[in-house]
């Protein structure tokens, strides 16, 4: 029993840690973060985050990974299973990454990441290479299946790919940083409606209605 609760400890610890370096990331920024602290915010000994984690950028790339690289890998298995319209798959990956950045606590890992991007360049590659890279290649699939059926417009699809995202990081990163200044909530769930009305407008055939 004792061996029991000790493995179940143990299995909670790097959710622990992810948590903990998730508040110190937003509060202190990347740079500033140290090791201690992120274990100090834990309860836990420096030692032991390196169990699980050989460095500060690999803590990073975990809650990177764990979270935004999560959603993206299950929406482009949720792409490749359907047979869905185009303008129906794109309604359901924008909708989820809304969601997505409106409410997660998650969002803030983008900000801290652009902040500090010029003294971290292997940071900024790595979320070149496993969080935009792949988010944009999504949309290109989508947008490129739809043309070749002929229910998109033919646009380019790298191009109308970067359209997709752009509302989103705009929403992140007025979240993060701006929202607090609001009077009024910002309406986020609206933004994206919006968003997805207009872009599928611009995205149709002439004379189709998505």
Same mark, same amino acid.
């Given at each position: ?79 490749? @299973? $359907? ?5 129906? &798959?794109? =309604?359901?990956? #924008? !909708?989820?990454? +809304?969601? *997505? @950045? $409106? ?5 803030? &890992?983008? =900000?801290?990441? #652009? !902040?500090?991007? +010029?003294? *971290? ?90």
């Amino acid at each position: 029993m004792r061996t029991q609760r000790w493995n179940r400890r143990k299995d909670e610890r790097a959710p622990e840690i992810l948590e903990a370096a998730l508040a110190c990331f937003a509060q202190k920024g990347f740079a500033a973060t140290r090791m201690d602290d992120i274990a100090a915010r834990a309860g836990i000994t420096k030692g032991t985050i390196y169990l699980y984690f050989d460095s500060k950028e690999a803590v990073f790339k975990a809650l990177a990974r764990q979270s935004i690289g999560a959603r993206i890998d299950a929406l482009v298995e949720q792409v490749k @299973a $359907s047979e869905a319209p185009s303008a129906e &798959l794109l =309604r359901l990956i #924008l !909708s989820t990454m +809304g969601q *997505f @950045a $409106s409410t997660s606590d998650r969002v803030v &890992l983008p =900000r801290v990441l #652009l !902040s500090e991007a +010029g003294n *971290f360049p292997e940071l900024a590659e790595f979320w070149r290479r496993e969080i935009i890279d792949r988010g944009l290649g999504l949309f290109e699939t989508v947008i490129a299946r739809g043309v070749a059926r002929g229910e998109l417009r033919d646009v380019p699809p790298h191009h109308a790919a970067r359209l997709c995202v752009a509302p989103i990081l705009i929403m992140i990163f007025w979240r993060t940083v701006f929202g607090k200044f609001d009077v009024v909530p910002y309406d986020y769930d609206g933004l994206i409606q919006t968003h997805v009305d207009t872009l599928l407008r611009g995205l149709a055939v002439d004379g189709e209605k998505q």
